[in-house]
């Protein structure tokens, strides 16, 4: 079993940063790709950005160039620096990982196994 707590979020400015992290319980973090998701109130949640075991990133078209997915295998952490942040981004935002090991990822919530709480990201304008 993985627990995933995340952390991080707050409320900012647009234009502003935040950086959001993950730590993971278990001892394979580093052969299982790491998702983020959000959902805002009223709408699915959606894709925002993964990263493999093998360091290959995605990321929504809505994001990208402005969010930066990481992890950091030594602490079981991932992260998500947002930059740039725009009110539409206001959002629970979710962090996700997988059963399955090895190089791959998906955009889609269901490939996804097991999920954090999540946490609040409020963009003011």
């Known amino acids: 079993q993985v627990q995933l707590v995340e952390s991080g979020g707050g409320l900012v400015q647009a234009g502003g940063s935040l950086r959001l992290s993950c730590a993971a319980s278990?001892?394979?973090?580093?052969?299982?790709?790491m998702g983020w998701f959000r959902q805002a109130p009223g709408k699915e949640r959606e894709f925002v950005a993964a990263?493999?075991?093998?360091?290959?990133?995605k990321y929504a078209d809505s994001v990208k160039g402005r969010f930066t997915i990481s992890r950091d295998n030594a602490k079981n952490t991932a992260y998500l620096q947002m930059n740039s942040l725009k009110p539409e981004g206001t959002a629970v935002y979710y962090c996700?990982?997988?059963?399955?090991?090895?190089?791959?990822?998906?955009?889609?919530?269901?490939?996804?196994?097991?999920w954090g709480q999540g946490t609040q990201v409020t963009v003011s304008s």
């Open positions: 278990g001892r394979t973090f580093s052969s299982r790709a």
């Open positions: 990263i493999t075991s093998g360091l290959r990133t």
């Open positions: 996700s990982s997988t059963s399955q090991i090895g190089d791959s990822y998906s955009t889609h919530p269901f490939w996804y196994d097991y």
